[in-house]
């Protein structure tokens, strides 16, 4: 019998009696202000969030957070400032360098400042490689906690997604709260109007 | 009477400053748990699904795994099963090897701990290095985790600054955290760039999707995952769940629980091999589908490795995980340690005061303590019961059992309350080594009953 | 209603105190309260170590000398909290088990069921309540500080009954004294530590006395209070609502 075949009797032969699946419709918490919520959390897991203005260019306003970034990686054909495509790099180590990456967020989870971020480029790398991430977000995209984002994406096909919240982050010297462990050591989430 | 516990506490305890700063440290993390856990009004809630998700899932595992390695299956991921963690060891160094692999980066997994991995992969000429932080400092010391979230928790920034200078080149005294951190980010990020293949654990298996759900604060599930196109993932059977919206219910209460935090920073999702590249699941029974047979126990396999029970355990947080015998602290490595071998890690018994606090803060809601006590039920028959315990409990039920024995003995043991301060405190008197005796009362209640002197 | 007073082991041969305080204040209540003799132990000691089978014929003489009792009271959460919880499976099969459902420390009794409202006693010092983990966790006599549920102590209730108290309560408000039976025995560095840091919790509130429902807790506390010099004095909860009587 083969080791799947074996695993599975066995566990077959071990069930005693089973318990049934609960109902799961619990609305959870909800905030008066979703928007607020959503930026005030994202600043207390250390990113950073800055409104578009409606005149405002997005390519200006990342020029002026990182005014000293020179490689800046981004699929989106809105961002003209990006000098390395994700979808069109050789290999996935060719992103080392990259300052800053541009990607957008697909939603917003107020309870834990949470960004869903389906891989929409070649090389996945460009969410973890960089000194530094920007997160373009609709306001009209964040919800009020996880059920409810999970909810939004189930049914979604993607090779690979990801909820980032705020920087890279580790406390495993000395429990003391450090930026930047492997990856982003700084994130800036632009909201967007639309 | 003592146990390999009890005197590796003992030792622990003996450096009073790192002992305090290790209870207090721990006992913060708790404290931030509790502060999350109250903001939000559904949190009861959420544990009771989440006890009663784990509880129809694994009473169904053999569907759910079915299903799971189906799904898996279909988005193009390779799915193998291992019976035991030689099989696991061996499926993954036989994928390295058709991979012509030879550097291993890996994220956390605690899976891997238990089936000595690395060491089985080293002896083959792997070269294997741990990603996150905290488990690449006990991997450079050569010494193990002592908590299965925080496994550096008890290393000091000190020791660190001397581990970097001495493997990592950087400068001599500096123990500043951020410096070091930094100095590790390099060190690593190299790795990552030349690595082979990656590794991750699963923190959970998502049936309905087939997608392995990873959460790190770091980053370095994802980067291990990202550079090399071989990507082999390591999951405990138990570790399946139903749907997408089982998986928000343990997500809401997973990093709470485990660092007090509303979320890890990374939580992702791996459903496809990257393009051009392969990825591998490797399920893991190593007697997992045996404690579903264990009518008192199978409830341990709820359980989401959060360590806030070892968080708020004040055994543990004045003892280590050095001061355990099985590679899990805490309340759940008990019981997780017993039902691996009752034979070599009955030591780990003794750890508890059956305070409860454990059942409290646990997200699945396990029966951590009443577990415990039942373990020790189980020790005469094993063959483990300590033999002053059981000499003292068996003169406690005969003197018990008989009242007019019980009198007798009680007007004598005033007695004690005079005696030499010598003869009283010695090696023998386990009570007296932190403590003063209690006195025995001159009148017992039922002596004072019998002389009409309570009314 | 008639009441059977149940006097723990160690309550008998080192608090006696403690049960006579407990006796005077239901008394005082108009209880018809009685004092079966006889009395040994719960079996929690032997439980706790790993021999509750050596507890199986103390439950049975437990049930035969409770038999015609409304409720079984006892001024000890933690021997309430066995007998209920663990009566029913220990007779399984053996003897049809009434006792566990009767089963109450005196605490959860003055509060649940007399729901007294009024005490004569005057107590006039501060207090640092201790609150014993089987009483809060197994009785459930305040609520839990790992829990997110309303908050309450029924023994704070009570003792806000007694003139002139003030009542603390210590950081860590329930986090264990490390007695634990015999674990205070076959861990005793890490017990000590324990009562240490949980005396020093006390200590730090300004109290001049530490109160709970479980003499055993005290006993310890109170042993290594008096082995270090500790300037702090121990009482059960219910020897301050017996105050004056």
Redesign the interface.
Known sequence: MNSKDAILANIKKNIRHTYDKPEINIPGIHYPDVIQQFIDISETVGGKVEKLAQDDDVNDLIKRCYPDAKKIASSLPEITIATTNPNTVKQAQDLNDTEVTVVRGEWGVAENGCIWIPQAAKEKAAYFICEYLVILLSSKRIVHNMHEAYQKIQFNDYGFGTFISGPSKTADIEQALVMGAQSARGVTIILTDE | MSTKHSKAAARFLSNEEGSQWHNQSIWYVRDKRDTLSKGLPEWEELRNLSSDIKRHTVTHLDQYLEKFALQAEANGVIVHWAKDAGEHNQIVYDILQQHQAKKLVKSKSMLTEECHLNDFLISKGIDVVETDLGERILQLMNIKPSHIVMPAIHIKREEVGKLFEEKLHTEKGNSDPTYLTKAARIHLRNEFMSADAGMTGANFGVAASGDIVVCTNEGNADMSTSMPKLHIVSMGIEKVIPDYASLSVFLRLLARSATGQPTTTYTSHFRKARPGGEMHIILVDNGRSDILGDELHWETLKCLRCGACMNTCPVYRRSGGYSYTYFIPGPIGINLGMLRSPQEYSDNVSACSLCCSCDNVCPAKINLSEQIYRWRQSFDTIGKADKMKKAMSYGMSIIFNNPGLYRTALKFAPIINKLPHGLIYNGLNAWGQGRELPSFAKHSFEELWKKGQVK | MRIGLF?P?Y???????V??AA??LL?HLDVDVD?P?????C?Q??????????AI??AK?FEEMFKGYDYVVAPSASCAAFVKLNYPRLLEGKHFCQTSDKMMDICEFLHDVLKVRTLPGIFPHKVSLHNS??GV??LNLSS??????PTYSKIKDLLSLVEGITVMEPD?V???C????????????????????KINNHLATGAEYITGPDSSCL??M???A??TGKPIKFIHVVEILAAGL
């Open positions: 006097i082991c309550v008998n041969s080192l608090f006696p105190e049960g006579v006796y005077k008394k004092y003799l006889n009395q040994t132990c079996g000691p032997m439980a706790n170590a790993g021999f509750e089978n050596k014929p103390l003489k983990c089987h966790r197994e839990a500080s790992e829990l997110n549920i860590h329930d986090e264990c490390g007695f634990g039976g015999m674990f205070s025995i076959e861990e005793p560095e890490v017990s000590v530590r324990m009562g240490t840091d006993m310890h109170q042993g290594i008096r082995r």
